[in-house]
């Protein structure tokens, strides 16, 4: 299992910035995804979950109504829509997959990680 984040930039406070993971690889059952984020001296938490059947989706909530995680029909792609950025969203963000039954609300539950993209919001 491979997962390619990309996407990530410099925007300035305001500004917008699409990340995208892609998911390669054989897997022969149901699997989550996330996107997680990282900021420098901080540790590594989570942005927004989508969930295999594509309900409940769930957001953090200085992002709730600002980023918006969606995935492709094909379900081997997802994006992360980042409207209104602000500085306090610099980090280096990831991908991140869940083939297991381990809750969704542990980031020790994900299993396959994408390298990192970097975002930088400017004031």
């Known amino acids: 299992v491979q997962l390619q984040a990309s996407g990530g930039g410099l925007v300035q406070a305001g500004g917008s910035l699409r990340l995208s993971c892609g998911f390669s690889?054989?897997?022969?059952?149901?699997?989550?995804m996330a996107w997680f984020r990282q900021a420098p001296g901080k540790e590594r938490e989570f942005v927004a979950r989508?969930?295999?059947?594509?309900?409940?989706?769930w957001y953090e909530g200085s992002v709730r109504g600002r980023f918006t995680m969606s995935r492709n029909a094909a379900k081997d792609t997802v994006w992360l829509q980042m409207n209104s950025l602000k500085p306090e969203d610099t980090a280096v963000y990831y991908c991140?997959?869940?083939?297991?039954?381990?809750?969704?609300?542990?980031?020790?539950?994900?299993?396959?990680w994408g390298q990192g993209t970097q975002v930088t919001v400017s004031s």
């Open positions: 991140a997959v869940k083939m297991n039954s381990a809750p969704l609300d542990r980031i020790s539950s994900y299993e396959s």
């Open positions: 690889g054989r897997t022969f059952s149901a699997y989550d």
């Open positions: 989508f969930p295999w059947r594509g309900d409940r989706l």
